[in-house]
């Protein structure tokens, strides 16, 4: 269980760091 969620914590903490990643080279581009 704990594995669980700290890996699911891990996954969300990766795609909002590839979101925000994500913004800052378009906002770049702009």
Do not use: E, F, H, P
């Amino acid at each position: 269980m704990c594995k669980t969620v700290s890996g699911t914590l891990a996954s969300y903490i990766d795609l909002c760091k590839t979101l925000s990643g994500t913004v800052a080279s378009i906002c770049d581009n702009m």
